[in-house]
């Protein structure tokens, strides 16, 4: 059974900064690649980042140049380091992860408000 479980959420000022990570265990298959998905409320759940097992990102356009992925293969860990972060940027934040045969596994989803 495989277990992705998030970390580092919660609450900060506008322009902060928060470090999310998600760890995976229980699968006995490489992972392909992991991400980050957000949701807010009222709207669609949408990619914030992805990272690859060869170290490939790719961002959407309205986090790219605050927010950095990065991942350790070896621990199957994911994180993302979010700076100067804007009140649109609250949602529920989602890790996930894709392994090599095409199964799709996610977290329960952690907490991240921009307030003052």
């Known amino acids: 059974q495989v277990q992705v479980v998030e970390s580092g959420g919660g609450l900060v000022q506008p322009g902060g900064s928060l470090t999310l990570s998600c760890a995976a265990s229980g699968s006995s298959r490489s992972i392909n690649h992991m991400g980050w998905y957000r949701q807010a409320p009222g709207k669609q759940r949408e990619l914030v980042a992805m990272?690859?097992?060869?170290?490939?990102?790719n961002y959407a356009e309205s986090v790219e140049g605050r927010f950095t992925i990065s991942s350790d293969n070896a621990k199957n860990t994911v994180y993302l380091q979010m700076n100067s972060l804007k009140a649109e940027d609250t949602a529920m934040y989602y890790c996930?992860?894709?392994?090599?045969?095409?199964?799709?596994?996610w977290g329960q989803g952690i907490q991240v408000t921009v307030s003052s």
């Open positions: 996930q992860l894709t392994d090599s045969w095409a199964h799709m596994f």
């Open positions: 990272i690859t097992r060869g170290a490939l990102t």
